[in-house]
Each structure stands twice: as structure tokens, then as C-alpha cells.
């Protein structure tokens, strides 16, 4: 999710904690049960920092160690020792359990994603993406706005954030649901599908949609149950070159790899320079296929340049290469 929805989910989190007879009842475990229900709900994207670096970094690794399972253990006991420090006579094993749950709560949310995380470390490096809610999903986020305002207004916490979430659950079906149908009109409308991605947008009935065939590939979207198809290519098989084998070696198209399960890719050349240009087809907007990995090499295959990320326009991506036509 994004960083918004993390912090109101914090703080609904803190509400629903004054439960918890032993937060209701001792002021400095309150205190410090707020403040860690709220930083352990951000600290799983500290990674985020990795995109100061490159996107090269930042797409291999965002949502990898920091959401695992030794860093859902990790993160609450370096909280709750830090907060002890200032709060030392805070009940430490109930501002530990409500930190957990807030760390615990944030990976689990961001399952649903397109994007996923690798929750399943160090098990299993596979990206763990269901797929059903938007990065950022406006139900979602309103619903937690509105149930901390009825708290704000005088209303009782925990029954307030008890509905809250019970009311989130049933949504979360319904978008299973959705989803479930959405991908049973694909199949019918495009006969012999190997590979399904279907993807949430900020609409509750309007998802993107991928697929793959043993010949083409599709890109389209969904409007209910309506299926439109934008696009379809040709499935072509990487070539065995040297060309294709040094560029896959450069961190950018290697870190694009490693994340984009359906891509489709082009070779051009430029004078004596070479562009190799990987395009991921889930996330076509507004006739253009916005995240890439290209790299341009010279004749004896080493790479110039490089750049993974996401572009809307071909000049950007000129400028972000530092590479013109001419």
C-alpha cells in the first residue's frame, strides 16, 4: 500500500489497541503502544531509501528483506527496545505483541498488491502478489478516514475500528470476487490463455489485464465483466546473441527481469550503437507501456548505457540515457 494508507492504518490500529486493558489502563504503554503501532507500520519501507541509489536497486530489492519473515520478527523487537529507552516503564511484552501486529499488518496488506512482496524470505524468494487491491485503494483509504473521524468526534474506539475492519474484510472478498470474474471473461474472450495477470486500479470495476497465449500476447482492460483488448503481439523468443547475452548481464535489464513476469522486447540500432529495450505489458497507460529496462551497447557488445524505471515519454527517456537519435 502506500505510505498514507500505512499511517492512517497505524493509527486505527492504535485505536483499536485501547482493547487492550493493560494500554487502557497504564498511560506511558499507551504512549508508547501509539508510537509503535505507527512507526511499525512504516518501518518495512524504509527500503525506499534503496531508490536514492538507482531503480536498478530499488526494483531487485523494495519489499524484499525489509517485509521477509526474520524482518517481521526483527522490526518490532528494535522498536519496542528503542521505545523502552525512552518510556522505560511501559509494559514492554504488550508494546511488543501491538508493534508485532502493526509490522505483521503492513506486510500482510501489501500481499494483495500488484507488486507483491517477498514475504515468503528466506523460504522463497517468489514474489507474493494476489493482486486484488491498488497500491492505493480510495475505499481504503476513505473508510479509514472516516472511521478515525467518528473516533476524533467522541465515538468509541474499538468498536469503531472493530467495524472498521469488518467492513474491510467483506470488501477484501468482494475484490476476490471481482477479480475471479473478471479472469473467467478473459479465458472467453481470448480462447487458449497459457497466462493470466490481471491487475486492480483505483476503480472498483476497471482492471488491467495481460495474457498470454502460446502465440501472442494481449494487453487490455476489464469494465466488469467486459473485456477490451488494446493490443496484441507476436510471441518472440529472446535471441541467442552476444548482443542480447551482455545486455541481460547489465544490473538495469537483469533487475527488470528479475521483477516483470510479462514483457515483450525490441532491437534497433542507431548509427553504431545498438538498443536493446525491454517493455512490461501489465501496465499500459494511455497508449503507452510506461516501465522499461533499455541499454544501448556498441559493436563489441559493451553495454554504454542503461536505465530501468518508469517513463511516459521517449524524450524523458532520451534525456535519463543522454542519448539522441541524431
Not at 502465440?215 to 467486459?226: N, P, W
Amino acid at each position: 500500500m502506500d505510505t498514507g494508507t500505512h499511517i492512517v492504518m497505524g493509527i486505527a490500529l492504535g485505536g483499536l489497541a485501547m482493547a487492550d486493558p493493560v494500554v487502557a489502563s497504564q498511560p506511558a504503554t499507551m504512549t508508547a503502544v501509539f508510537a509503535g503501532v505507527i512507526i511499525g507500520s512504516q518501518a518495512p519501507d524504509i527500503d525506499t531509501i534503496l531508490k536514492l541509489r538507482n531503480n536498478a536497486i530499488y526494483i531487485r530489492h523494495h519489499r524484499g528483506a525489509t517485509h521477509s519473515i526474520p524482518a517481521v520478527i526483527l522490526w518490532p523487537l528494535l522498536i519496542t527496545a528503542a521505545l523502552l529507552l525512552i518510556l522505560p516503564e511501559a509494559n514492554s511484552l504488550h508494546l511488543w505483541l501491538w508493534t508485532f501486529l502493526a509490522v505483521f499488518l503492513h506486510v500482510f496488506v501489501d500481499i494483495f498488491n500488484s507488486y507483491g512482496t517477498q514475504a515468503l524470505r528466506p523460504f522463497s524468494n517468489r514474489w507474493v502478489a494476489l493482486g486484488v487491491i491498488n497500491t492505493f485503494d480510495p475505499i481504503i483509504f476513505g473508510a479509514h478516514l472516516i472511521a478515525l473521524m467518528f473516533w476524533a468526534f467522541g465515538s468509541n474506539p474499538v468498536w469503531t475500528m472493530l467495524i472498521l475492519y469488518g467492513l474491510l474484510f467483506f470488501y477484501y472478498i468482494a475484490r476476490f470476487a471481482v477479480q475471479h470474474a473478471v479472469k473467467h471473461a478473459v479465458r472467453n474472450t481470448i480462447p487458449g490463455t497459457t497466462n493470466i495477470i490481471v491487475a486492480p486500479t483505483m476503480r472498483f470495476f476497471q482492471w488491467r489485464i495481460a495474457a498470454d497465449t502460446e502465440r501472442h500476447h494481449y494487453v487490455g482492460r476489464a469494465y466488469g465483466r467486459s473485456i477490451n483488448i488494446y493490443d496484441k503481439f507476436l510471441k518472440k523468443p529472446l535471441p541467442e546473441s552476444n548482443l542480447i547475452q551482455a545486455a541481460l548481464k547489465d544490473k538495469n535489464l537483469s533487475a527488470f527481469v528479475s521483477f516483470s513476469p510479462l514483457y515483450r522486447w525490441e532491437i534497433n540500432q542507431y548509427g553504431d550503437l545498438y538498443e536493446v529495450r525491454l517493455i512490461d505489458l501489465r501496465y499500459r497507460s494511455n497508449d503507452y507501456y510506461p516501465f522499461v529496462a533499455v541499454a544501448h551497447l556498441n559493436e563489441q557488445c559493451k553495454v554504454v548505457n542503461s536505465y530501468t524505471g518508469w517513463i511516459f515519454s521517449e524524450d524523458k527517456l532520451r534525456k535519463k540515457l543522454d542519448f539522441s537519435h541524431n
